[in-house]
């Protein structure tokens, strides 16, 4: 995609290169429309003359792939587990599938859209316990609203 090049300069390499059925302002569209981690992969255009270039194992050639491979391109970064996914692992000793396997169930679990959010909430470690908002400087004192004796957290509540 030549992003080491402007966007006039790098149509105007790649239409020589062989880019057809194109325009500057879709060939603009496109190499806008791609995320900063995905801009600076190993770019064999320069020497090969083709427009392929690499991203991890794959190797990408815009002109063949389908849309298809494109999202798939575009994805690979974002299916980046949560925080409370990771404290749920590492809390219970769980492998991926399992607290996989919670998250999914939480759709299967009830049908309550605000017993799912709370759920969700819960999964997630998005809860303002307070100890968290005592951590944020909103409140004073972390003890439980309840019982006063111990942190409110999660597992202290639950
Ligand atoms: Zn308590």
């Known amino acids: 995609?030549?992003?080491?090049?402007?966007?006039?300069?790098s149509y105007n390499i790649v239409t020589k290169a062989g880019l057809k059925q194109s325009n500057f302002l879709t060939w603009a569209g496109i190499r806008s429309?791609?995320?900063?981690?995905?801009?600076?992969?190993?770019?064999?255009?320069r020497k090969t003359g083709s427009l392929e270039f690499c991203c991890g194992e794959k190797v990408f050639d815009p002109v063949l792939c389908k849309s298809k491979q494109f999202y798939e391109l575009l994805i690979t970064k974002k299916g980046i587990v949560s925080r409370g996914f990771t404290k749920l692992k590492n809390d219970f000793d769980l492998d991926d599938i399992t607290v996989s396997k919670v998250f999914l169930n939480l759709l299967s679990d009830s049908s309550e859209t605000f017993i799912r959010s709370f759920q969700l909430k819960l999964l997630d470690d998005i809860v303002f316990t307070n100890k968290r908002l005592a951590k944020l400087g909103h409140i004073l004192h972390d003890a439980c609203t309840f019982c006063k004796e111990e942190t409110e957290t999660i597992y202290h509540l639950f």
């Not at 995609?1 to 300069?9: A, D, K, Y």
């Not at 995905?38 to 064999?44: A, I, R």
Request: no cysteine.
């Open 1 to 9: 995609m030549q992003f080491n090049n402007g966007s006039l300069e």
């Open 33 to 45: 429309a791609i995320p900063g981690h995905l801009k600076f992969l190993n770019d064999n255009s």
